[in-house]
């Protein structure tokens, strides 16, 4: 068994994904969506779920925009295409209730970001590097054509950071060169005071490997 992981592991991308709710889901409370939509990628034929962040409580943003999130973090491994991948979870979305409408940073019963797929860069490092330095004001009003890689926003929240921190603190980013531990350090206090694990029977938590690290995609 543990070979066939090991041959799965090197044949195939790590990629890190984001998972938060706000609102009741077609499953329940976001809590429970967020737990769900684990499942169903976990049953996915074309997705083998590693790594699983606990379960946190962020405040909504922008503040009193809605009740708090419930956030966690995994891992996988998968040889789709990142593209192929991002199809994947918004239709584990749909499958959960959710309609894409096009407002940003609303309050839903359940959001799944993919937030990067090894070390690669997409479309490209200029394009990249323009999103990731965006103002917050055009982030809030601006939506990008195609997929960014890395999420052009994960090194500003706490809520990625935290969790990701628990499962995957040494991936660097490609472009800042941070590692995920780096960059949730370099964050204000107050935004990681401001996250709370949730004691109701959160997920199993294990790290991932540098070695699984070493045979991500570069």
């Known amino acids: 068994m543990l070979e066939t992981i090991t ?27 967020v737990r769900f939509a684990l499942q169903l990628i976990s049953r996915h034929p074309d997705l083998t779920l590693g790594s699983v962040s606990k379960i946190y409580y962020s405040p909504a943003f922008p503040a009193g925009s809605g009740p708090d999130y419930a956030n966690a973090c995994a891992c996988l491994h998968t040889a789709l295409s990142p593209e192929a991948l991002l199809h994947v979870l918004h239709e ?5 209730g959710r309609q894409r409408d096009g407002r940003r940073w609303a309050a839903r019963g359940i959001d799944l970001d993919l937030l990067a797929v090894g070390q690669l860069v997409l479309p490209d490092h200029a394009t990249q590097d323009a999103w990731r330095s965006l103002p917050l004001a055009e982030q809030m009003t601006r939506t990008p054509e195609q997929l960014i890689l890395p999420h052009p926003r994960m090194q500003d929240r706490a809520f990625v950071l935290l969790p990701l921190a628990e499962i995957a603190p040494l991936w660097h980013h490609p472009r ?9 350090a370099a964050l204000p ?5 401001a996250l709370r694990v949730s004691l ?19």
């Open 7 to 33: 041959e799965t592991r090197m044949s195939t991308n790590l990629a890190l994904i984001a998972l938060g709710a706000n609102l009741s889901s077609s499953v329940g409370s976001p809590d429970q969506s």
């Open 189 to 193: 206090a107050e935004d990681r005071a």
């Open 176 to 184: 800042s060169g941070q590692t995920v531990a780096e960059m949730l």
């Open 200 to 218: 109701d029977n959160p997920p199993a938590t294990h790290q991932v490997t540098v070695s699984a690290l070493s045979d991500s995609n570069r």
């Open 92 to 96: 584990i979305e749909a499958e959960l």
